[in-house]
């Protein structure tokens, strides 16, 4: 079946503006993450998702930085007035269950606020 | 000091070598992960242990919790093998999210 994607790869927006990031986990799997992955960093992690709700957001840098997951599956995370210490590789992965579960990620969202 | 420590940072060695990459932790800890991500992004679970070993083809992944600290072996590398390798770690207290090493980056040369 089909993994973990998302929309766009890269986003090349300027600073101050406002962006989302789509992550489509695998069908079926109720957790859902985000990280962000800076150049030559291991990533970070931002907040994760058990079905609906944010389980832990406690990752996001700022009150700029929102994520929803309104069904339990799509998810989307939205950067309010962009800026450039921004610009990083933003990840999303599913698993089947929260916690100890192999975490499938998708190929990233390149961000470049200029 | 971050809680997941990789070394070394870089390694670079002939195909054919026999490859340890090492990943210390200084959490309680439920699981940990071995990620392999090769350039451009893309992230795949290798390995999840909280005791033992595993292996996969050329890959061992070995877990020592008592010392915590992990090992990833690679036998008879291959320039295909030559990939950043990423530790993870899920922490026993609270949360469930990924602690992440800063990599290691593997480079096999012909």
């Known amino acids: 079946g089909a993994g973990v994607s998302q929309t766009p790869s890269n986003k090349v927006t300027e600073k101050g503006k406002y962006v989302e990031l789509r992550c489509d986990p695998i069908s079926g799997h109720t957790a859902l993450y985000w990280y962000r992955q800076s150049l030559g960093q291991g990533p970070e992690f931002l907040i994760y998702f058990q079905g609906t709700g944010a389980a832990d957001d406690s990752g996001l840098p700022n009150d700029r930085f929102f994520a929803v997951r309104p069904e339990g599956s799509v998810s989307t995370l939205k950067i309010q007035r962009t800026e450039r210490g921004d610009s990083a590789v933003y990840l999303c992965a599913s698993s089947l269950m929260l916690g100890a579960d192999t975490q499938y990620f998708g190929p990233g969202t390149r961000l470049t606020v200029l | ?110």
Request: aromatic residues 6%.
């Open chain 2, 1 to 110: 000091k971050n809680e997941v420590e990789q070394s070394p940072q870089n390694l670079t060695a002939q195909e054919g070598e026999f490859i340890t990459i090492n990943c210390s932790y200084s959490v309680g800890i439920s699981a940990l992960h071995w990620l392999q991500q090769h350039p451009g992004g893309g992230i795949v679970s290798l390995f999840m242990l909280s005791s033992g070993k595993k292996k996969h083809g050329r890959l061992i992944a070995t877990i020592n919790i008592q010392e915590k600290h992990s090992s990833l072996h690679i036998t008879a590398s291959h320039p295909r093998d030559s990939a950043v390798y990423i530790c993870a770690v899920i922490p026993y207290q609270g949360a469930q999210k990924l602690v992440f090493g800063q990599g290691t980056r593997l480079t096999i040369n012909p």
